[in-house]
């Protein structure tokens, strides 16, 4: 369950929605059955395996438990206290919480995770120690204390969950992410070497027709490559200089940087040019967009739209927290309608 990114706040925060900081770390899914503890990241690579005290998450005297027992939370490892942070239950003791709604799957994560032990030190049985989050109905106090209160973590940003929202893989928009300078330390996207690049960065999936789209379902084309071009290498220019190319852009203009050698599939890094996005009635029209090489290799999916117009309007006109404050603080049309009499 991929959060999108906030980019509009979202309607009736206060009354349907649930917020919390987000631990700075790697997002993975930890997997507790036949006796031993698996953790992998979104990429599919493994980040830790290991005995825990999940239910048949190690092998102990008593036995590892039925191989039917097994159990799926969804994590962040948070690098400085070695600590798996749980923001959410995918399964427990082989129940499928999937078509629960995030209101109860809370409840149940808050109520079965202590009972075990899991949240206690690392031990011989249990190497890594796990925590919950602090959850909070996103009304005033609860966005102030997401947002202000201290936590034994460093935030990446607040986390936004729609109480009646089932588990689902995959991009939601009823779950969100947000982000400024207050409560994240990477508000904009670096580069490989860390630094703020001077123009945003995108990174787009190639599909077998040439279109560069991004990672929603169904995915958003910001651009098309020619075929003949994708087919064929270029020899790349000097450094500095900029290379003339025949291709198709219906809905922006790409320039050339490098060779070829491109195929379906790939993953690819673009900077938006001065040209900018023009964006009409909530549709990408036009993106201008200069090609800058391959993603790195460990890089699994292409970003999301709404990432892409996240990091667009921080730039620029980023939505602030006095925005969410507002939109709490305003009257809600359903929620404050008086009472009227049906009448037939």
């Known amino acids: 369950m991929l959060p999108e990114w906030m980019i509009d706040v979202p309607h009736r925060l206060p009354h349907d929605w649930y917020v919390f900081a987000r631990p700075s770390g790697k997002r993975c899914f930890v997997v507790s059955s036949d006796g031993t503890t698996i953790s992998r990241q979104r990429n599919g690579t493994v980040l830790h395996r290991f005995p825990s005290a999940l239910p048949n998450g190690a092998r102990t005297r008593d036995g590892s438990g039925s191989a039917q027992s097994y159990s799926i939370l969804d994590c962040i490892f948070h690098e400085m206290d070695q600590t798996y942070y749980v923001i959410d239950m995918v399964c427990w003791r082989g129940y499928s919480l999937y078509d629960c709604t995030a209101e109860f799957r809370f409840f149940w994560l808050n109520s079965k995770l202590a009972e075990t032990g899991a949240c206690e030190p690392p031990s011989h049985y249990h190497k890594y120690r796990f925590s919950l989050v602090p959850v909070h109905t996103c009304d ?174 921080v730039r620029g006109s980023p939505l602030k927290i006095d925005d969410l404050v507002a939109s709490i603080n305003t009257p809600d049309d359903e929620g404050n309608r008086p009472d009227v009499d049906m009448v037939g």
Not at 265 to 290: C, M, Q, T
């Open 140 to 313: 005033q106090s609860g966005l102030h204390a997401a947002y202000a209160g201290g936590v034994p973590y460093v935030k990446d940003g607040l986390l936004f969950y729609n109480k009646h929202a089932h588990y689902q893989p995959g991009n939601t928009p009823l779950a969100l992410v947000w982000k400024d300078e207050n409560c994240s330390q990477y508000v904009i996207d670096t580069d490989n070497k860390g630094q703020v690049p001077s123009h945003q960065q995108v990174v787009l999936e190639l599909q077998d027709d040439g279109k560069v789209t991004t990672s929603d379902d169904p995915p958003v084309v910001f651009s098309c490559l020619d075929l003949d071009f994708i087919q064929r290498p270029l020899v790349k220019p000097f450094w500095g200089l900029t290379r003339q190319t025949d291709w198709l852009v219906p809905l922006g203009s790409l320039q050339l940087c490098e060779e070829s050698g491109l195929h379906s599939g790939n993953l690819l890094r673009f900077a938006i040019g001065d040209g900018g996005l023009s964006v009409v009635d909530g549709k990408l029209e036009k993106a201008d967009l200069h090609y800058l090489g391959k993603s790195n290799r460990a890089r699994a999916f292409a970003d999301s739209y709404s990432k892409v117009m996240f990091q667009n309007m």
